[in-house]
């Protein structure tokens, strides 16, 4: 799937409340990376920064794709600026994906959240 494609396909399928102005950057086989912007002055509240690992999670593994178990570690605060997400499916089994995402504020330098996952179609 192309960017274009992704960006298509967030658009149509993502309730308006969790698309963050998503803006896909980067989509290779099962790669994706992700930016989303903040409400304009807004800060990150911890429920959006959970949006946007699913979101990025799925976009990753396939937007009919659901989580069925999560693991996230908050490594520092975020910052109120836009969020890379830099996702991968890790092994795909049968009907299960484990895939994983890294939330950077701003810039791809040193991470605020982790979060694996196993997700289903």
Not at 78 to 95: M, N
């Amino acid at each position: 799937m192309t960017e274009d494609e992704l960006q298509a396909r967030l658009d149509a399928t993502l309730p308006a409340a969790d698309l963050h102005g998503v803006f896909v950057e980067e989509c290779q086989d099962q790669d994706v990376r992700l930016r989303f912007s903040p409400a304009a002055g807004g800060e990150w509240t911890m429920a959006a920064l959970l949006s946007l690992v699913d979101t990025s999670l799925r976009a990753a593994a396939g937007l009919d794709a659901r989580v069925s178990h999560l693991n996230v570690t908050v490594l520092r605060p975020a910052q109120a600026a836009d969020v890379i997400a830099l996702s991968r499916v890790l092994r795909r089994d049968g009907q299960a994906s484990h895939a994983e995402t890294w939330l950077f504020s701003h810039a791809v330098v040193e991470p605020m959240l982790h979060a694996t996952a196993t997700l289903r179609d």
